[in-house]
């Protein structure tokens, strides 16, 4: 922002006739103030009247929404008053999306914390009815599915973004698979369990349920988050760095192996790690494909396995009799993923901050 | 000269020979190859495997299925729901997702602008079978009651013609939870947009004597309109494919209806097939294929049409991951 | 003679100039460097031809510099002389490169081990981010594949440290991020970076142009003491810079506008700067380029 000093204004005029520069404003902190002015109102109705919440919250709000405008309007002029309509009403969206979010996270911690106990952990449902068991067969399940998912997602979203920033270039092949990794990153998930069903039906026949479908179903969906998140990664790589490597006599695969991925190191491993986080909470391709069972199950190619999801859409779809322990267990269930993906999202994010060459280019 | 007797001086690295250095090289890029193309084996099993598996319940005869009907009077209600409910999802939240975008681009300052942006994000990855698990619980309980209002006072227009569902798990209700599925989506990809808005564009608007508004309206939406569009698509896309919140929200009996808040909902084909799989067998199971199929189709058409679009923008690095 | 000077005497064009290889035979060097005898060069990005038919013979030991207006091929030439240029896609070349008789281009001629021996200096400084200056000293050998004992990577990382003249600013600091050298000391460790290879030929590419006047002049003192080692190439902008360091010059231009770069004319520095041939060259020198 290089704003140069403007010239010493021409006095040709006598200086009666210049503009004033004043004009009516409000306070400048008039928006702040018609905030405190709404709050004050809602807790007035809510709590003095005796207003139900919600319409003391609509009360407290249009007497911003109206008033401010109208006061502006009055004294600064009709564009400064619909500029500070638009305010409140962007002001008012964000606050009204910000609902739902802490509304989420207060109901699930406030449903599901009573319920962490160390037996929620180390206990199974197996022979369990009514009050007790846990988690331990749901933990193993999601680790172990998820598991074999990065295992064979990780290297092939890995390789195929290698190959498409340092091989394919503008190639035909390389545009074809950038279009199909988009394709394949908007396939529904339900879409990509019943893939995997339809492909392990072949082989096993119908009703097959293992573990390993479910990876594979979750692979279809983790593959291309990796490879964008990757390419996106390794075209961030100055090429003056391939340059100095390729003119110090540097194969070109030891030139991606030892320069360009651990530079790119950091994005790369943020990137993996959000892709965990997305998959690790999908449950339609693992109910399709793995279903669910009350006992601890380790091996991936053999039957049902429990999951984190599967077990929280379970535990609330089927709580049996008597339901309140079943969908007690379902938030402690919801509580232990949720804590999962913010612990990965900030793990990912961490590691962005903290690992990141600090080159200043 | 000095140099007669070396033409070719003996250097340290000269032992490897170039065959073996280009077979590794050959290695690695057939390597990375060859994960390029297992993307595409793995899309061209997607379709052939539930082309093979689907088309045996798109045959099939009414008395072979569990629905007791052909599969198109079968499938026909469920595409209407989904896309009706994703239409719904779509209308609540892109208006909300830009006035979002704009708030955390220009109307916060920066660093807490970041910040928000960032729980916004958070949101994004909550998984959505506890988004299910909200809406049933605790969102469709607290519905009840503008449901009611809504039949009493605005009974006369058809999407409110009741009667009120007693439990709140209707259309319109899976709609909001799609909603805020669909929010962060969305916002993520118009602050994007935003971003990229030439600063000096905003600086002249504003030079002018431009409000913000003012600033905003001719400078910044249209500059990132087809940004925005295909940040929509790609939720609406979202929002078809979008499966356990629907199931788990939904009290659906696979009606085909406009009305909103009534205890008789449309169904979808994500949500149909989670509930009906495990304890489908047969030529039903095959149907439920079919039907994903179908849905595989729509969101392919949704997706394609937003990428076609996010794409005209060349600069448009794409959502956070 | 070695082979190449037989070569470089058959060039009608260059047979004058065997006089001013008398740097190659001077007293001080230690070990033979290379020079490089171009003939007839044309090269192409896909369908532009980007140069045609250069022929010049690069004298071992010694300072060439590339001096010409922008875009007229200079670094596109220079980076034919490693086989750089090939890392752009669609890339060919027409002619033959003999570096000490050895034909560049010839069938089954391995890149990556011509690079070894012909070195490249960029014209930003490109340390690498993740490694220490030591590791950046030691990258090019290290990469190659090749397991440095301690005391061995210690003496090949201070004599080129020592080649490049910055050992005494960064002696002390080698485990420290290359990043955070000034702009002129990343350049030297680029140079240490590249002579640790121990190649023959150093090939510079405007190295200077992204430093400032200090850093500059001690790059140019640094390149007056290495050529008793190597042969180098290097493109500069720079005018003075080229009088200053460069015992022989060749001046490129483009033969018009839309057609392929081209050498107009190259000699002794001296030559080139006082007494021209072309008459463009002369324009270009004196500054009165249109």
Same mark, same amino acid.
């Given at each position: 922002?290089s704003?140069?000093?403007?010239?010493?204004?021409k006095?040709?005029?006598?200086?009666?006739?210049?503009r004033?520069?004043?004009?009516?404003?409000?306070?400048?902190?008039?928006?702040?103030?018609?905030?405190?002015i709404a709050?004050?109102?809602?807790?007035?109705l809510?709590?003095?009247?005796?207003l139900?919440?919600v319409?003391a919250?609509?009360?407290?709000?249009?007497?911003?929404v109206?008033?401010?405008?109208?006061?502006?309007?009055a004294?600064?002029?009709?564009?400064k008053?619909?500029d500070r309509?638009?305010?409140v009403?962007v002001?008012?969206?964000?606050?009204?999306a910000m609902?739902?979010?802490?509304?989420?996270?207060?109901t699930v911690?406030?449903?599901?914390?009573?319920?962490l106990?160390p037996?929620f952990?180390?206990y199974?449902?197996?022979?369990v009815?009514?009050?007790?068991?846990?988690?331990?067969h749901?933990?193993?399940?999601?680790v172990?599915?998820?598991?074999?998912?990065?295992?064979?997602?990780?290297?092939?979203g890995?390789?195929?973004?290698?190959?498409?920033?340092?091989?394919?270039g503008?190639?035909?092949?390389?545009k074809t698979i950038?279009?199909?990794?988009?394709?394949?990153?908007?396939?529904?998930?339900?879409?990509?369990?019943?893939?995997?069903?339809?492909?392990?039906?072949?082989?096993?026949?119908?009703?097959v349920r293992?573990g390993?479908?479910?990876?594979?179903a979750l692979?279809v969906l983790?593959?291309?988050?990796?490879?964008?998140?990757?390419e996106?990664m390794?075209?961030?790589?100055?090429?003056?760095?391939?340059e100095?490597a390729?003119?110090?006599g540097?194969?070109?695969?030891?030139t991606?192996?030892?320069?360009v991925?651990?530079?790119?190191?950091?994005?790369?491993?943020?990137?993996i790690?959000?892709?965990?986080?997305r998959?690790?909470g999908?449950t339609?391709?693992l109910?399709?494909?793995v279903g669910?069972?009350?006992s601890?199950?380790?091996n991936?190619?053999?039957?049902?396995m429990?999951?984190?999801?599967?077990?929280t859409?379970s535990s609330?779809m089927?709580?049996?009799v008597p339901?309140?322990?079943s969908?007690?267990?379902?938030?402690?269930?919801?509580?232990?993923?949720?804590?999962?993906?913010?612990?990965?999202?900030?793990?990912?994010?961490?590691?962005?901050y903290?690992?990141?060459?600090k080159d200043?280019? | 000269m000095?140099?007669t007797s070396?033409?070719?001086?003996?250097?340290?690295?000269?032992?490897?020979?170039?065959?073996?250095?280009?077979?590794?090289?050959?290695?690695f890029?057939?390597?990375?190859?060859?994960a390029?193309?297992a993307?595409?084996?793995?899309?061209?099993?997607?379709?052939?495997?539930?082309?093979?598996e689907?088309?045996p319940?798109?045959?099939?005869?009414?008395?072979?299925?569990?629905?007791?009907?052909?599969?198109?009077?079968?499938?026909?209600?469920l595409?209407?729901g989904?896309?009706w409910?994703?239409?719904?999802?779509?209308?609540i939240?892109?208006?909300?997702? *830009?006035a979002?975008a704009?708030? *955390?681009?220009?109307?916060?300052?920066?660093?807490l602008?970041?910040?928000?942006?960032?729980?916004i994000d958070?949101?994004?990855?909550v998984?959505s079978? *506890?988004?299910?698990?909200?809406?049933?619980?605790?969102?469709?309980?607290?519905?009840v009651?503008?449901?009611?209002w809504?039949?009493?006072?605005?009974?006369?227009l058809?999407?409110f013609?009741?009667?009120?569902s007693?439990?709140?798990?209707?259309?319109l209700?899976?709609g909001?939870?799609?909603a805020?599925?669909?929010?962060? =989506?969305?916002?993520a990809?118009a602050?994007?947009?935003f971003?990229q808005?030439?600063?000096?564009?905003?600086e002249?608007?504003?030079?002018?004597g431009?409000?913000?508004?003012?600033?905003i309206r001719?400078?910044?939406?249209?500059?990132?309109?087809?940004?925005?569009?295909?940040?929509?698509?790609?939720?609406?896309?979202?929002a078809?494919g979008?499966?356990?919140?629907?199931?788990? *929200?939904?009290?659906?009996s696979?009606?085909?209806?406009?009305?909103?808040i009534?205890?008789?909902?449309?169904?979808?084909?994500p949500?149909? =097939?989670?509930?009906?799989?495990?304890?489908?067998?047969?030529?039903?199971?095959?149907?439920?294929?079919?039907?994903?199929?179908?849905?595989?189709?729509?969101?392919?058409a949704v997706n394609?049409?937003a990428r076609?679009?996010?794409?005209?923008?060349?600069?448009?690095s794409?959502?956070?991951? | 003679m070695?082979?190449?000077?037989? $070569?470089?005497?058959?060039?009608?064009?260059?047979?004058?100039?065997?006089?001013?290889a008398?740097?190659?035979?001077?007293?001080?060097?230690?070990?033979?460097?290379?020079?490089?005898?171009?003939?007839?060069?044309?090269?192409y990005y896909?369908?532009v031809?980007?140069?045609?038919?250069i022929? $010049?013979?690069?004298?071992?030991?010694s300072?060439?510099?590339?001096?010409? !207006?922008?875009?007229c091929?200079?670094?596109?030439f220079?980076?034919? $002389?490693?086989?750089?240029?090939?890392?752009?896609?669609?890339?060919r070349v027409?002619?033959?490169v003999?570096?000490?008789g050895?034909?560049?281009y010839?069938?089954?001629?391995?890149?990556?081990?011509?690079?070894r021996e012909?070195?490249?200096?960029?014209?930003r400084p490109n !340390? +690498?981010?993740?490694m220490?200056?030591?590791?950046n000293?030691l990258?090019?050998?290290?990469?190659?594949?090749?397991?440095?004992?301690?005391?061995?990577?210690?003496?090949i990382?201070?004599r080129s440290l020592?080649?490049?003249n910055?050992w005494?600013?960064?002696k002390?600091?080698l485990n420290?991020?290359?990043?955070?050298?000034?702009?002129g000391q990343?350049?030297r $460790?680029?140079?240490?970076?590249?002579?640790?290879?121990e190649?023959q030929?150093?090939?510079?590419?405007?190295?200077?142009?992204?430093l400032?006047?200090?850093s500059t002049?001690?790059?140019e003192?640094?390149i007056?003491?290495?050529?008793?080692e190597y042969t180098?190439?290097?493109?500069?902008h720079n005018m003075?810079?080229?009088?200053?360091?460069s015992d022989?010059?060749?001046? +490129?231009?483009?033969a018009?506008?839309?057609?392929?770069g081209?050498?107009i004319?190259?000699?002794?520095?001296?030559?080139i700067?006082?007494?021209?041939?072309?008459?463009?060259?002369?324009?270009?020198?004196?500054?009165?380029?249109?």
């Open positions: 922002m704003t140069t000093a403007p010239p010493a204004p006095r040709d005029d006598a200086p009666a006739q210049l004033s520069w004043h004009h009516p404003q409000l306070p400048r902190r008039s928006g702040l103030a018609a905030l405190v709050v004050v109102l809602t807790s007035a809510h709590a003095g009247i005796g139900a919440l319409p919250i609509l009360a407290g709000w249009a007497v911003v109206i008033g401010l405008p109208v006061l502006s309007y004294v600064e002029g009709r564009r008053a619909f309509l638009i305010t009403i002001s008012s969206a964000f606050a009204l609902i739902p979010l802490v509304s989420i996270l207060w911690l406030k449903n599901g914390l009573p319920v106990t037996e952990f180390s199974s449902m197996r022979n009815v009514g009050e007790g068991g846990g988690i331990y749901a933990i193993w399940g999601t172990l599915i998820t598991a074999a998912t990065a295992v064979m997602s990780v290297p092939l890995l390789l195929t973004a290698i190959y498409l920033v340092e091989y394919g503008d190639g035909r092949l390389a950038r279009f199909l990794v988009d394709v394949m990153t908007g396939i529904p998930s339900i879409v990509a369990g019943l893939f995997a069903y339809a492909l392990f039906v072949v082989f096993f026949g119908p009703g293992m390993i479908a479910g990876a594979v692979t983790m593959t291309p988050v990796v490879v964008r998140s990757s996106e390794l075209q961030l790589v100055p090429n003056e760095l391939r100095a390729y003119a110090l540097v194969p070109r695969w030891r991606i192996v030892k320069v991925l651990p530079t790119a190191m950091a994005g790369l491993v943020t990137g790690t959000l892709a965990v986080a998959v690790i999908e339609a391709p109910l399709i494909t669910i069972t009350d601890t199950n380790f991936l190619f053999d039957g049902r429990a999951t984190l999801p599967v077990f859409y609330i089927s709580p049996g339901p309140e322990p969908i007690a267990r379902a938030w402690g269930a919801a509580l232990v993923l949720m804590l999962i993906v913010m612990v990965l999202n900030l793990v990912a994010r961490l590691v962005t903290f690992f990141s060459p200043k280019r | 000095t140099d070396t033409p070719s001086p003996p250097r340290g690295a000269a032992e490897q020979g170039p065959a073996k250095r280009r077979l590794a090289d050959r290695v890029l057939g390597l990375s190859k060859g390029a193309l993307i595409v084996a793995i899309l061209a099993g997607v379709a052939i495997f539930l082309t093979a689907g088309i319940g798109i045959t099939a005869s009414p008395d072979e299925v569990k629905s007791g009907e052909t599969f198109l009077a079968f499938v026909l209600p595409v209407f989904t896309l409910s994703a239409t719904l999802a779509l209308v939240a892109l208006p909300l997702a *830009v979002v704009l708030f *955390v681009t220009y109307y916060v300052p920066r660093r602008g970041h910040t928000l942006g960032y729980v958070l949101l994004a990855a998984p079978v *506890v988004f299910g698990l909200w809406g049933m619980r605790v969102l469709a309980g607290k519905l009651g503008p449901y009611e809504l039949e009493a006072h605005l009974g006369f058809p999407f013609a009741g009667p009120a007693a439990t709140g798990r209707t259309i209700t899976a909001i939870v799609l805020v599925m669909i929010m962060p =989506i969305i916002t990809i602050r994007e947009v971003r808005t030439p600063v000096l564009l905003e002249a608007a504003l030079a002018l431009a409000t913000r508004w003012e600033m001719t400078v910044v939406l249209p500059h990132g309109r087809s940004g925005m569009i295909g940040g929509a698509m790609l939720g609406l896309g979202r078809l979008e499966t356990m919140a629907v199931a788990m *929200v939904l009290s659906a696979g009606v085909v209806t406009f009305n909103l009534s205890s008789t909902n449309p169904s979808t084909i949500a149909n =097939i989670a509930l009906q799989f495990n304890e489908a067998s047969g030529l039903t199971v095959n149907a439920l294929i079919a039907s994903g199929l179908v849905l595989f189709v729509i969101t392919f394609f049409a076609a679009i996010v794409n005209r923008r060349k600069e448009f794409g959502a956070n991951a | 070695s082979m190449r000077s037989v $070569l470089r005497d058959s060039v009608p064009t260059t047979a004058a100039r065997t006089t001013s008398t740097a190659a035979d001077g007293p001080a060097s230690r070990r033979p460097a290379i020079g490089i005898d171009v003939e007839d060069l044309d090269i896909g369908d031809h980007a140069v045609r038919g022929t $010049l013979a690069i004298q071992a030991q300072v060439t510099s590339i001096i010409g !207006p922008s875009g091929g200079k670094s596109t220079l980076r034919s $002389l490693n086989r750089m240029h090939e890392v752009a896609p669609g890339a027409e002619g033959t003999r570096v000490d050895r034909d560049l010839a069938p089954g001629v391995d890149p990556v081990l011509v690079r012909i070195g490249m200096v960029f014209q !340390p +690498f981010p993740t220490s200056i030591k590791d000293v990258a090019g050998v290290r990469l190659n594949g090749t397991r440095l004992k301690k005391d061995e990577a210690d003496t990382a201070e020592r080649g490049a910055l005494d600013e960064v002390d600091r420290r991020p290359g990043a955070g050298l000034s702009g990343q350049q $460790l680029c140079i240490a970076r590249a002579i640790a290879v190649p030929v150093l090939l510079m590419d405007e190295p200077c142009s992204a400032d006047p200090i002049s001690a790059i003192d640094l007056g003491q290495l050529k008793d180098i190439v290097i493109v500069t003075q810079q080229a009088a200053r360091v022989e010059t060749a001046f +490129f231009n483009l018009g506008v839309g057609e392929p081209q050498l004319e190259s000699g002794p520095t001296t030559k700067f006082s007494n021209p041939d072309n008459p463009s060259t002369e324009a270009y020198i004196t500054g009165r380029f249109g």
